[in-house]
């Protein structure tokens, strides 16, 4: 089955039309105003799903397809919004039991599964919608866990051979309150294969199964830049999110905080062509500056000096190097990068150049969303990553599995390679 | 009447966030806001003497330039869009006038004319002109990101930037 952009707009269509029809009968049911704010399309391994659920408390509302793209459609709600949900939307409280598996009594259990339920009707709704088909829903389960298996079931067998599953991470806003939910389909191959068959546009596209390539380039790039910043700074860094979202680009800007915010920006040029920013909040910047500096920042607060500003630029330049080396690794291809810009500013004045640079060609864009963090210390760094659609699905289309599976089984870049100059240095 | 979406109910304690390629108008003096705008243009129309007021947050100069997206993601479309919303909730077209902000350029790319904040802005001031809508006041371009909060009853629009207090124009 065959994939390309106008495709993966029509699910995000699907997805968002289905938020919609969801927070209208919110509002119908609770005559609560209620309005979506963010739709994500994530692709993700049944690692990534699991990693989603974090050993926190779940809950979720399942149905099975008949129609349409066939499957299984599952509306999950972290505990403590599922709570949020039954206590201001539904004004009840909720049953005074301890938290764990079992702290959602009969009332709460059947608030939240006909709530579920409706939210899962509206994105089949959305999606009937959308494809012009009609789609049937069996009666819906509950279920709650900490892991992935109870809310879900076997993601092995969920995901099949396909490797990936869609998840539609949704934001819906009420007044006074907010909550989220995620919503996750695992298509029939052959129901969603004939779907997809009648929705692409006459492009080339790529094989379904070359987004695995996608889930290599989120881990690649994560892992060498969290590698060059244990390098330079010698903290001991994690990776804290690791996603891969199709969005509008006009919601790039609104995930990102309105605080003050550093960033050092950089175009890219190649397979794939974009653009990288790295953000931090100002305490990381500081760390970063003591770090390679061996001195505190000077500055009254206002701002950082010349000397700073070049440090954050060059640990931005080796994080950028690092990041973009991963790609090319995974996808066989040369990608060079700008000099960096280092900017100063409200996080979403920052980025919203950036969505507008890539918007004048294209309505949707992937974002490779990566977070890292360090024990420790005070440093944070948002990365994020939107290439431009064409030169994506050319290099996709060019990747040999085979090259992806052998990337996948290669060591991590050794940390003595990570901070190496890039290929336009 | 508010709306960005239907079914929104308006709340005058809470202000009202407009979101890249969205609008909103009211008559009942709810506040608006667009927080964070870079490149991005925030389009304030109002009708001082009905109290009618809308914001919209444009991205791109111009609808003609690339397929798909709302009306409020262009300046051209999203100056036509607000005027006619505003003109249904009773303001009168030659009372209605226009404050602009953002417009920014953040960043100097190697190899990209990043004009696109002054584009923006030409393109809300070309089509403004158009409909005979006075610019009465503006705080555009330059190198930095700005929030703003429009009184939609008065027309008041408060500036923030990163590195500055708030400001009233």
Not at chain 1, 142 to 166: H, N
Not at chain 1, 293 to 304: K, M
Not at chain 1, 340 to 346: F, G, S
Not at chain 2, 37 to 51: F, K, N, Q
Request: proline share 4%; charged share 25%; net charge negative.
């Amino acid at each position: 089955m065959k994939l390309d952009v106008n495709v993966l707009g029509t699910f995000h269509r699907m997805a968002r039309e289905g938020a919609e029809q969801a927070a209208n009968r919110l509002t119908q049911m609770t005559g609560v105003g209620t309005r979506v704010e963010v739709t994500k399309l994530n692709f993700m391994t049944a690692e990534d799903v699991q990693t989603e659920f974090g050993g926190r408390q779940h809950v979720g509302v399942r149905v099975d397809l008949a129609g349409g793209p066939g499957g299984t459609s599952i509306i999950v709600f972290e505990a403590g919004d599922a709570r949020q949900i039954v206590s201001t939307l539904l004004q009840k409280t909720t049953e005074d039991e301890p938290e764990g598996e079992e702290s959602f009594g009969e009332m709460d259990r059947s608030a939240i599964t006909e709530l579920g339920h409706i939210m899962n009707n509206g994105f089949i709704d959305g999606w009937a919608d959308v494809l012009r088909t009609a789609i049937d829903i069996s009666t819906p389960s509950f279920a709650a866990g900490a892991s992935a298996e109870p809310i879900v079931g076997d993601l092995d067998e969920m995901t099949g051979d396909q490797d990936l599953a869609l998840m539609f991470r949704s934001q819906i806003a009420a007044v006074g309150t907010r909550f989220g939910f995620r919503h996750y389909l695992f298509p029939d191959h052959d129901a969603m294969a004939d779907t997809l068959a009648r929705h692409r546009d006459g492009s080339d596209g790529f094989e379904f199964e070359k987004l695995i390539g996608f889930d290599q380039m989120v881990e690649q790039g994560a892992t060498e830049v969290a590698n060059s910043v244990t390098q330079m700074t010698g903290f001991k860094t994690g990776i804290e999110i690791r996603q891969l979202n199709f969005v509008p680009v006009e919601s790039i800007p609104q995930q990102i905080s309105e605080e003050q915010l550093v960033g050092v920006a950089f175009s890219f040029d190649g397979m794939p062509s974009g653009y990288l920013i790295f953000l931090f909040d100002e305490p990381s910047a500081e760390e970063i500056i003591e770090a390679l500096l061996s001195r505190p920042p000077q500055g009254n607060g206002d701002g950082f000096d010349e000397i700073e500003r070049s440090a954050i630029e060059e640990f931005g330049n080796i994080m950028a190097s690092g990041f973009l080396d991963g790609w090319a690794n995974v996808l066989g291809t040369a990608i060079d990068h700008s000099t960096p810009n280092y900017v100063r500013d409200m996080g979403s004045a920052v980025i919203d150049p950036i969505a507008i640079e890539v918007g004048q060609d294209q309505e949707y864009a992937f974002v490779f969303d990566t977070s890292i963090d360090a024990a420790e210390r005070a440093f944070d760094c948002g990365i994020y990553a939107i290439p431009e659609e064409g030169r994506l699905e050319e290099a996709l289309a060019a990747l040999e599995v085979q090259n992806v599976d052998q990337a996948s089984e290669k060591p991590s870049f050794p940390l003595d390679e990570a901070g190496g100059p890039g290929p336009d240095e | 009447m508010t709306a960005i979406k239907e079914g929104f109910a308006p709340n005058r304690d809470e202000i009202l966030q407009v979101g890249i390629a969205e609008f909103a108008v009211t008559d009942e003096g709810q506040p608006f806001a667009c927080y964070g705008l870079g490149s991005c243009v925030a389009i304030a129309m109002y009708d001082r003497s009905e109290s009618i007021g809308g914001l919209a947050h444009v991205m791109l100069p111009s609808a003609a330039e690339i397929d798909g997206g709302q009306d409020a993601k262009f300046a051209d479309t999203g100056c036509r869009r607000l005027f006619a919303e505003l003109r249904a909730l009773g303001a009168a077209s030659k009372r209605v006038e226009a404050k602009l902000a953002g417009g920014s350029e953040m960043f100097e790319f190697e190899g990209i004319a990043s004009d696109v904040g002054k584009r923006n802005v030409a393109a809300a001031k070309a089509t403004l002109a158009e409909l005979n809508v006075p610019i009465e006041a503006e705080a555009v371009g330059g190198n930095h990101g700005r929030s703003i909060v429009l009184d939609t009853a008065s027309g008041t629009l408060a500036v923030k930037t990163a590195n500055s207090e708030m400001r009233t124009i």
